[in-house]
């Protein structure tokens, strides 16, 4: 089992800036991959960015230049970092993992919003 806890979400002006980090427990050398995920209200939840055991990134088109996704092996913490943020970047983020079974976060809102 894998617990995976996310913080750094909250209210930014549009082109601002935040820092989500993903702590993970439990089982988590088994993980093949982490991830980034958001969902807007109405909306089904969507693949923001990933990153493999090995480290190599993958993004969403939408968020291609502007996030970017790294981790810290030893802390056993996933980061994205999302810059020059629109409105249409607001929602619930959700860390992810995945081995045989997919965990979730609980979530952290961010709102891009003057």
């Known amino acids: 089992q894998v617990q995976l806890v996310e913080s750094g979400g909250g209210l930014v002006q549009p082109g601002g800036s935040l820092r989500l980090s993903c702590a993970a427990s439990?089982?988590?050398?088994?993980?093949?991959?982490m991830g980034w995920y958001r969902q807007a209200p109405g909306k089904e939840r969507e693949l923001v960015a990933v990153?493999?055991?090995?480290?190599?990134?993958n993004y969403a088109n939408s968020v291609k230049g502007r996030f970017n996704i790294s981790k810290n092996n030893a802390k056993n913490q996933v980061y994205l970092q999302m810059n020059s943020l629109k409105p249409e970047d607001t929602a619930g983020y959700y860390c992810?993992?995945?081995?045989?079974?997919?965990?979730w976060g609980q979530g952290t809102q961010v709102t891009v919003s003057s």
């Open positions: 992810s993992g995945k081995d045989a079974n997919d965990y």
């Open positions: 990153i493999t055991r090995g480290g190599s990134p």
């Open positions: 439990g089982s988590v050398f088994s993980l093949n991959g």
